[in-house]
T-cell receptor, first 111, second 114 residues
C-alpha cells in the first residue's frame, strides 16, 4: 500500500502558486519523497525529489518539514498546462526499487 | 533521444485471448516495471525486474506474465486468466537501486478486451 496521504482534488487560479500537501508520517530516515504528475492518458512525469532539505528546480519547489512527516509541492505560477494528477511517493528502499503510487491529487488550474 | 517506447498505444482483443504489450528502453537502465491503471485510480504494480533474467511479482501479478531476456526489453503478457484486463498499462525504468534515481515512464498502452 502507498504510504502517503494526499487530498483528492484542488483548484488553483492561473498565475497563482499551487501548494499541494502530502502526509507521510511513517517515512523512514533513508526514504526519499518523490513527486510525479500525470496528464490525462499519458505516463507520469518526474517533477522533483528530496530527502531532508528543501529542493527547487525549474518546475517546482519541494518543502519538507523538519520531522519529515509531511511535504508540500509548490508550483510557483500555475498555468493551464499544470492541470494534472500529482502523486507524492515515498521510495520503499527495503523492497528494492519500487515506487508505490496512491491516487494522488487532481489539480485543476482555473483561467 | 533516450526514452521508453510502449507499443501499441491502443490495443483491442477478444475475451479469452492472450496479448503481449511491448516495452523497450534505450536508457541503459537496469530496472523495469509494469503498472496497471484503472479509471480514476492510482498505479498498481504488476511485475518488476531489477536485472536481466530475473523478475518479481508486484501487488497484482495474477493473470500476467513477463520475461526479461534483454536489458532493453520487458514485455508483458496479459493472459486469459486475468479476469478484468481492460485498463491502461504503463511501463517504467530506473537507473539503479540508488535512492536518487526516479522512474522514466512510457506513454502507455490502453488495452480494451471485448
Amino acid at each position: 500500500d502507498a504510504k502517503t496521504t494526499q487530498p483528492p482534488s484542488m483548484d488553483c487560479a492561473e498565475g497563482r502558486a499551487a501548494n499541494l500537501p502530502c502526509n507521510h508520517s511513517t517515512i523512514s530516515g533513508n526514504e526519499y519523497v518523490y513527486w510525479y504528475r500525470q496528464i490525462h492518458s499519458q505516463g507520469p512525469q518526474y517533477i522533483i525529489h528530496g530527502l531532508k532539505n528543501n529542493e527547487t528546480n525549474e518546475m517546482a519547489s519541494l518543502i519538507i518539514t523538519e520531522d519529515r512527516k509531511s511535504s508540500t509541492l509548490i508550483l510557483p505560477h500555475a498555468t493551464l498546462r499544470d492541470t494534472a494528477v500529482y502523486y507524492c511517493i515515498v521510495r520503499v528502499t527495503n523492497t528494492g526499487n519500487q515506487f508505490y503510487f496512491g491516487t494522488g491529487t487532481s489539480l485543476t488550474v482555473i483561467p | 533521444d533516450g526514452g521508453i517506447t510502449q507499443s501499441p498505444k491502443y490495443l483491442f482483443r477478444k475475451e479469452g485471448q492472450n496479448v503481449t504489450l511491448s516495452c523497450e528502453q534505450n536508457l541503459n537502465h537496469d530496472a523495469m516495471y509494469w503498472y496497471r491503471q484503472d479509471p480514476g485510480q492510482g498505479l498498481r504494480l504488476i511485475y518488476y525486474s531489477q536485472i536481466v533474467n530475473d523478475f518479481q511479482k508486484g501487488d497484482i501479478a495474477e493473470g500476467y506474465s513477463v520475461s526479461r531476456e534483454k536489458k532493453e526489453s520487458f514485455p508483458l503478457t496479459v493472459t486469459s486468466a486475468q479476469k478484468n484486463p481492460t485498463a491502461f498499462y504503463l511501463c517504467a525504468s530506473s537507473g539503479d537501486g540508488g535512492s536518487n534515481y526516479g522512474y522514466t515512464f512510457g506513454s502507455g498502452t490502453r488495452l480494451t478486451v471485448v
